[in-house]
Nanobody
Framework: QPQLVESGGGLVQAGGSLRLSCAAS????????IAWFRQAPGKEREGVSC????????NYADSVKGRFTISRDNAKNMVYLQMSSLKAEDTAVYYC???????????????????WGRGTQVTVSS
């Protein structure tokens, strides 16, 4: 059974950093594009970043460009999201998701992703 598990969330002050991790089991992560999404209370789920199966291509939402970095280690079946210069508006539950296509789409759309983790809470205090 394919499964994704996020970790690394927590409470951090504005301007601080966190690194989220996404661990895959039950499937070979290296064949999949992986994205991070987030959902704040009362808001729709937002695509944050995506990385292609081999890691050569990435894209980011405008709201996080220059502050977040996505990376992956296929040998370890892991994907990461390094978040820096965090703002209060980054507060959300963060999810990783796998897409059974090697490339990221131009849009980071939730409907395109097949396997989802349960999320990890990130809270940024101002």
């Amino acid at each position: 059974q394919p499964q994704l598990v996020e970790s690394g969330g927590g409470l951090v002050q504005a301007g601080g950093s966190l690194r989220l991790s996404c661990a895959a089991s039950g499937f070979t992560l290296g064949y999949y594009a992986i994205a991070w999404f987030r959902q704040a209370p009362g808001k729709e789920r937002e695509g944050v970043s995506c990385i292609s199966s081999g890691g050569s291509s990435t894209n980011y939402a405008d709201s996080v460009k220059g502050r977040f970095t996505i990376s992956r280690d296929n040998a370890k079946n892991m994907v990461y999201l390094q978040m820096s210069s965090l703002k209060a508006e980054d507060t959300a539950v963060y999810y990783c998701a796998a897409r059974s296509i090697a490339r990221c789409g131009q849009q980071i759309a939730a409907a395109a992703y097949d396997v989802w983790g349960r999320g990890t809470q990130v809270t940024v205090s101002s």
